[in-house]
Protein backbone atom coordinates (compact mmCIF):
# COMPACT_ATOMS: atom_id res chain seq x y z
CA UNK A 1 0.00 0.00 0.00
CA UNK A 2 2.84 2.33 0.55
CA UNK A 3 2.94 3.68 -2.55
CA UNK A 4 -0.49 3.99 -3.72
CA UNK A 5 -1.17 7.37 -2.22
CA UNK A 6 1.55 8.83 -4.57
CA UNK A 7 0.26 6.72 -7.86
CA UNK A 8 -3.11 8.26 -6.82
CA UNK A 9 -1.62 11.91 -7.16
CA UNK A 10 0.42 11.13 -9.53
CA UNK A 11 -2.78 10.35 -11.72
CA UNK A 12 -5.26 12.77 -10.62
CA UNK A 13 -2.65 15.55 -11.65
CA UNK A 14 -2.14 13.66 -15.37
CA UNK A 15 -6.15 13.52 -15.52
CA UNK A 16 -6.54 17.05 -14.51
CA UNK A 17 -3.69 18.31 -16.29
CA UNK A 18 -4.57 16.45 -19.86
CA UNK A 19 -8.45 18.09 -18.94
CA UNK A 20 -10.18 14.63 -18.78
CA UNK A 21 -11.85 16.32 -15.94
CA UNK A 22 -11.82 20.03 -14.36
CA UNK A 23 -12.15 21.69 -11.54
CA UNK A 24 -13.37 19.85 -8.53
CA UNK A 25 -14.95 17.42 -10.65
CA UNK A 26 -14.42 13.64 -10.86
CA UNK A 27 -12.58 11.01 -8.32
CA UNK A 28 -10.65 7.83 -8.66
CA UNK A 29 -9.62 5.15 -6.06
CA UNK A 30 -7.66 2.03 -5.38
CA UNK A 31 -8.20 -1.06 -3.66
CA UNK A 32 -6.31 -1.63 -0.04
CA UNK A 33 -6.81 -3.97 3.09
CA UNK A 34 -9.88 -3.54 4.37
CA UNK A 35 -11.60 -1.07 1.38
CA UNK A 36 -10.33 0.97 -0.79
CA UNK A 37 -8.36 4.71 -0.67
CA UNK A 38 -10.73 7.56 -2.64
CA UNK A 39 -10.31 11.24 -3.39
CA UNK A 40 -12.00 13.34 -0.65
CA UNK A 41 -14.54 15.39 -1.09
CA UNK A 42 -14.37 19.10 -2.53
CA UNK A 43 -10.94 18.39 -4.07
CA UNK A 44 -9.66 18.84 -7.26
CA UNK A 45 -7.50 16.05 -8.80
CA UNK A 46 -5.30 18.02 -9.91
CA UNK A 47 -4.15 18.72 -6.22
CA UNK A 48 -4.20 15.38 -4.66
CA UNK A 49 -2.07 15.19 -1.60
CA UNK A 50 -1.02 12.12 -1.26
CA UNK A 51 -1.58 12.22 2.85
CA UNK A 52 -4.73 13.47 2.43
CA UNK A 53 -6.86 10.60 1.13
CA UNK A 54 -10.40 8.65 2.53
CA UNK A 55 -10.29 5.47 3.65
CA UNK A 56 -13.39 3.61 2.96
CA UNK A 57 -14.80 -0.23 3.19
CA UNK A 58 -16.05 -2.43 0.75
CA UNK A 59 -19.93 -1.46 2.47
CA UNK A 60 -19.46 2.22 1.37
CA UNK A 61 -18.37 3.09 5.36
CA UNK A 62 -15.85 5.96 6.06
CA UNK A 63 -12.79 4.48 8.13
CA UNK A 64 -10.34 7.17 8.16
CA UNK A 65 -9.24 10.42 6.84
CA UNK A 66 -10.59 13.47 5.30
CA UNK A 67 -14.81 13.34 4.44
CA UNK A 68 -14.28 10.72 1.01
CA UNK A 69 -16.35 11.92 -2.01
CA UNK A 70 -20.39 11.98 -1.92
CA UNK A 71 -19.66 9.34 -5.12
CA UNK A 72 -17.65 6.69 -3.27
CA UNK A 73 -20.61 4.75 -2.71
CA UNK A 74 -20.23 4.16 -6.46
CA UNK A 75 -16.57 2.87 -5.80
CA UNK A 76 -17.90 0.61 -3.05
CA UNK A 77 -20.27 -0.73 -5.46
CA UNK A 78 -18.21 -1.75 -8.66
CA UNK A 79 -15.02 -3.13 -6.11
CA UNK A 80 -17.66 -5.60 -4.75
CA UNK A 81 -19.37 -6.26 -8.19
CA UNK A 82 -15.88 -6.78 -9.55
CA UNK A 83 -13.68 -8.74 -7.11
CA UNK A 84 -10.64 -8.30 -10.06
CA UNK A 85 -10.39 -4.61 -9.80
CA UNK A 86 -7.80 -2.80 -8.12
CA UNK A 87 -8.85 1.10 -9.04
CA UNK A 88 -12.30 2.22 -10.01
CA UNK A 89 -11.91 6.14 -12.36
CA UNK A 90 -14.27 8.54 -12.43
CA UNK A 91 -13.98 11.23 -14.55
CA UNK A 92 -16.18 14.25 -16.13
CA UNK A 93 -14.46 13.95 -19.03
CA UNK A 94 -16.41 16.64 -21.84
CA UNK A 95 -17.36 14.11 -24.88
CA UNK A 96 -18.34 11.13 -22.41
CA UNK A 97 -20.73 13.52 -21.00
CA UNK A 98 -21.48 15.12 -23.79
CA UNK A 99 -22.21 11.02 -25.29
CA UNK A 100 -24.31 10.88 -21.84
CA UNK A 101 -26.83 14.07 -22.38
CA UNK A 102 -27.63 12.78 -25.91
CA UNK A 103 -31.67 11.15 -26.68
CA UNK A 104 -31.97 7.82 -28.28
CA UNK A 105 -28.84 6.07 -26.90
CA UNK A 106 -29.06 2.26 -26.27
CA UNK A 107 -28.68 1.40 -22.25
CA UNK A 108 -27.46 -2.05 -22.85
CA UNK A 109 -24.07 -0.22 -25.17
CA UNK A 110 -24.12 3.51 -25.82
CA UNK A 111 -21.44 3.50 -27.80
CA UNK A 112 -20.31 1.14 -30.91
CA UNK A 113 -17.67 -0.42 -31.22
CA UNK A 114 -15.54 1.60 -33.17
CA UNK A 115 -12.17 0.34 -33.13
CA UNK A 116 -10.41 -2.48 -31.86
CA UNK A 117 -8.92 -0.90 -28.53
CA UNK A 118 -12.47 0.29 -27.84
CA UNK A 119 -13.55 -3.25 -27.88
CA UNK A 120 -9.99 -4.92 -26.34
CA UNK A 121 -10.37 -2.37 -23.45
CA UNK A 122 -13.69 -1.15 -23.00
CA UNK A 123 -16.31 -3.36 -24.45
CA UNK A 124 -19.85 -2.95 -23.55
CA UNK A 125 -21.01 0.35 -21.92
CA UNK A 126 -23.92 0.26 -20.22
CA UNK A 127 -26.25 3.49 -19.52
CA UNK A 128 -27.70 4.13 -16.42
CA UNK A 129 -30.49 6.70 -15.89
CA UNK A 130 -29.82 9.73 -14.43
CA UNK A 131 -29.40 10.31 -10.69
CA UNK A 132 -28.56 13.55 -8.54
CA UNK A 133 -24.69 13.28 -7.97
CA UNK A 134 -24.22 11.50 -4.35
CA UNK A 135 -27.74 9.61 -5.11
CA UNK A 136 -27.64 6.38 -3.23
CA UNK A 137 -30.06 4.98 -5.02
CA UNK A 138 -27.65 4.53 -8.17
CA UNK A 139 -25.55 2.21 -6.14
CA UNK A 140 -27.63 -0.84 -6.54
CA UNK A 141 -28.24 -0.04 -10.37
CA UNK A 142 -24.39 0.42 -11.11
CA UNK A 143 -23.41 -3.03 -8.65
CA UNK A 144 -26.08 -4.95 -11.16
CA UNK A 145 -24.44 -3.41 -13.93
CA UNK A 146 -21.16 -3.63 -12.94
CA UNK A 147 -21.11 -7.66 -12.73
CA UNK A 148 -20.90 -8.28 -16.48
CA UNK A 149 -19.28 -4.38 -17.78
CA UNK A 150 -16.61 -2.94 -16.00
CA UNK A 151 -16.87 0.46 -17.47
CA UNK A 152 -20.47 2.17 -17.64
CA UNK A 153 -21.70 6.06 -18.32
CA UNK A 154 -24.04 7.46 -15.87
CA UNK A 155 -26.51 9.45 -18.16
CA UNK A 156 -26.17 13.59 -18.13
CA UNK A 157 -22.61 12.96 -15.48
CA UNK A 158 -20.03 11.23 -16.90
CA UNK A 159 -17.60 7.78 -17.19
CA UNK A 160 -16.74 5.50 -14.59
CA UNK A 161 -15.00 2.27 -14.84
CA UNK A 162 -12.67 -0.52 -13.13
CA UNK A 163 -9.76 -1.62 -14.20
CA UNK A 164 -6.85 -3.88 -12.26
CA UNK A 165 -5.01 -1.18 -11.19
CA UNK A 166 -4.81 2.22 -11.40
CA UNK A 167 -3.00 2.52 -14.94
CA UNK A 168 -5.56 -0.36 -16.19
CA UNK A 169 -8.66 1.70 -14.75
CA UNK A 170 -6.65 4.92 -16.94
CA UNK A 171 -6.59 3.30 -20.00
CA UNK A 172 -10.35 2.44 -20.05
CA UNK A 173 -11.60 6.24 -19.02
CA UNK A 174 -9.30 7.14 -21.63
CA UNK A 175 -9.76 5.02 -24.39
CA UNK A 176 -13.54 5.54 -23.91
CA UNK A 177 -13.40 9.31 -23.81
CA UNK A 178 -11.11 9.23 -27.20
CA UNK A 179 -14.21 7.08 -28.80
CA UNK A 180 -16.91 9.33 -27.27
CA UNK A 181 -14.86 12.06 -28.99
CA UNK A 182 -14.88 10.24 -32.83
CA UNK A 183 -18.25 8.73 -32.17
CA UNK A 184 -19.64 12.65 -31.86
CA UNK A 185 -17.32 13.66 -34.51
CA UNK A 186 -18.64 10.78 -36.99
CA UNK A 187 -22.17 11.23 -35.68
CA UNK A 188 -23.80 12.37 -38.52
CA UNK A 189 -21.93 10.37 -40.84
CA UNK A 190 -22.81 6.71 -41.90
CA UNK A 191 -20.63 4.45 -40.20
CA UNK A 192 -19.21 0.95 -40.09
CA UNK A 193 -18.76 -0.30 -36.82
CA UNK A 194 -16.59 -3.27 -36.30
CA UNK A 195 -19.08 -6.71 -36.50
CA UNK A 196 -20.23 -8.85 -33.49
CA UNK A 197 -17.83 -11.35 -34.79
CA UNK A 198 -14.87 -9.17 -35.22
CA UNK A 199 -15.46 -7.76 -31.91
CA UNK A 200 -16.11 -11.79 -30.34
CA UNK A 201 -12.72 -12.63 -31.72
CA UNK A 202 -11.16 -9.47 -30.38
CA UNK A 203 -12.34 -10.08 -27.16
CA UNK A 204 -11.28 -13.66 -27.08
CA UNK A 205 -7.90 -12.69 -28.33
CA UNK A 206 -8.10 -10.14 -25.50
CA UNK A 207 -8.71 -12.45 -22.79
CA UNK A 208 -5.98 -15.09 -23.84
CA UNK A 209 -3.15 -12.17 -23.72
CA UNK A 210 -3.80 -11.27 -20.68
CA UNK A 211 -3.72 -14.84 -19.03
CA UNK A 212 -0.36 -15.19 -20.87
CA UNK A 213 0.81 -12.34 -19.60
Not at 70 to 79: P, R, V
Not at 183 to 196: I, K, V, Y
Request: net charge neutral; charged share 20%; hydrophobic share 40%.
Amino acid sequence: MSDIPARLAELGASLFGRRLTHGRTGNISARVDGGFLVTPTGGSLGEISAGHLSLVDLAGGHLAGPRPSKEAFLHAALYRARPDAGAVVHLHSTYSVAVSCLDGLDPADALPPLTAYYVMRVGRLPLLPYHAPGDSALGPLAERAARTAHALLLANHGPIVAGPDLAGAADIAEELEETARLWLLLHDRPTRPLTADQAAELRIRHRSERNTT
